[in-house]
């Protein structure tokens, strides 16, 4: 039997508006050099076009595929219940090995490698060998692989999510016409919508900011 082998990465973990997306990707090991024949390495490396051309070839290469899309609403679930981002990972991790059932798999570690090793071991229902690293999305070819499919994956719900709500940027709290777009929506709506995650910091601030507004008009009234 040809040893199976997985990259498993994700793309949105730091973001405020949209999904965080999990992949994994699995190959037969001997396999894995059609990989690097792509030319694959971290997604954020790479254009837009090109990643999409590349998800196409991954997808008729690889043995199988598995992603996990875990929404805005979902994650400030998750943390209301005291599981973090990293322990959230942890188990999507674990719970797409245990899809996958390669033999070995290799995880871009966000960080604490060891600890995330310790953590989904718990979980694992087979005896996989487990590989966690920082930057792993650079260092092998299947988590390449799947840093790829990850970020192709999130790139098409953050379309959608353009299409009902028009520029929300990419999502991160880094980008301008993210902030921009939370701020008018803040100032028309009085609230923000679902897509964006109200437990990150950057969300409470803007909040906070309209709060503050009305206090002052109130106070302005009653001078």
Not at 78 to 97: C, S, T, V
Request: net charge positive; aromatic share 6%; hydrophobic share 40%.
């Amino acid at each position: 039997m040809p040893k199976i082998i997985a990259g498993i990465d994700e793309a949105g973990r730091g973001a405020v508006i949209g999904p965080l997306v999990i992949a994994g990707v699995s190959i037969e090991e001997e396999k894995e050099e059609e990989f690097r024949k792509l030319n694959v390495r971290d997604s954020k490396m790479i254009a837009p076009r090109v990643r999409v051309r590349l998800a196409e070839k991954i997808e008729k290469l690889a043995k199988d595929i598995v992603v996990v899309k875990v929404e805005a609403c979902k994650i400030d679930t998750y943390r209301k219940q005291g599981i973090n981002l990293n322990r959230l990972e942890a188990m999507k991790f674990a719970d797409i090995i245990n899809i996958i059932k390669p033999d070995k798999a290799f995880i871009d570690a966000p960080e604490n490698p060891e600890k995330l090793n310790l953590f989904i071991k718990k979980m694992l229902q087979e005896n996989t060998e487990l590989v966690s690293e920082h930057k792993a999305d650079s260092k092998y070819p299947v988590v390449s692989a799947a840093s790829i499919i990850a970020k192709v994956s999130r790139d098409a719900e953050i379309e959608k999510l353009k299409k009902k709500y028009g520029d929300i940027g990419p999502g991160y709290s880094s980008n301008k016409i993210t902030i921009k777009w939370m701020k008018d929506y803040m100032a028309r709506h009085g609230k923000l919508p679902d897509c964006v995650r109200h437990s990150w910091q950057t969300t409470k601030n803007i909040k906070g900011e309209k709060k503050q507004s009305r206090l002052s008009g109130w106070l302005r009234k009653n001078d």
